[in-house]
């Protein structure tokens, strides 16, 4: 539990940061890049951004999904996130997901990844409200904001 609340505040801090700062498009030290290219064959549309020279966020596309990562300066990669399909999440998750939200569907997956440990956030849709819902692979859910449509 505690790595899982590490992941998710790692994830956020590192989300929060390059969305609250004022992040540039930049290039990435030797490091770091030989870090990026050994763990991310095949990426493409590649584009570095930082906002304090400290770390470092690269934003590309691999096997047709978007995906983030995040690396400190000497080249150690933090964390990870990336679109998913919902035919991507584990079978566990989405037949609870089904069981306790009837009448909703997926709409977005975005999977965090650091280390051993990964969360999902999976926004359900129904017909009045959107629902975030934070889980992992063995299906522990939790609501993490429900939002009304206008």
Same mark, same amino acid.
């Given at each position: 539990?505690?790595? /899982?609340?590490?992941?998710?505040?790692?994830?956020?801090? /590192?989300?929060?940061?390059?969305?609250?700062?004022?992040?540039?498009?930049?290039?990435?030290? !030797?490091?770091?890049?030989? !870090?990026?290219?050994?763990?991310?064959?095949?990426?493409?549309?590649? &584009?570095?951004?930082?906002?304090?020279? &400290?770390?470092?966020?690269?934003?590309?596309?691999?096997?047709?999904?978007?995906?983030?990562?995040?690396?400190?300066?000497?080249?150690?990669? /933090?964390?990870?996130? $990336?679109?998913?399909?919902?035919?991507?999440?584990?079978?566990?998750?989405?037949?609870? /997901?089904?069981?306790?939200?009837?009448? !909703?569907?997926?709409?977005?997956?975005?999977?965090?990844?650091?280390?051993?440990?990964?969360?999902?956030?999976?926004?359900?849709?129904?017909?009045?409200?959107?629902?975030?819902?934070? !889980?992992?692979?063995?299906?522990?859910?939790?609501?993490?904001? $429900?939002?009304?449509?206008?």
């Amino acid at each position: 539990m505690k790595k /899982l609340i590490l992941l998710l505040s790692a994830a956020l801090l /590192l989300s929060a940061n390059v969305l609250l700062a004022s992040p540039y498009e930049t290039t990435a030290n !030797t490091k770091i890049n030989s !870090t990026f290219n050994e763990s991310f064959t095949g990426a493409t549309d590649v &584009k570095w951004y930082t906002d304090d020279n &400290k770390t470092f966020t690269a934003k590309f596309t691999m096997s047709n999904t978007k995906v983030t990562a995040f690396f400190k300066e000497d080249g150690t990669l /933090l964390a990870t996130s $990336r679109y998913l399909q919902a035919e991507q999440l584990p079978l566990k998750v989405t037949g609870k /997901l089904n069981k306790k939200y009837p009448g !909703t569907s997926i709409y977005c997956v975005v999977e965090y990844n650091s280390g051993d440990n990964v969360v999902y956030f999976v926004t359900l849709e129904s017909a009045d409200t959107w629902t975030v819902i934070k !889980t992992d692979a063995d299906a522990n859910i939790k609501v993490h904001s $429900r939002l009304k449509k206008a």
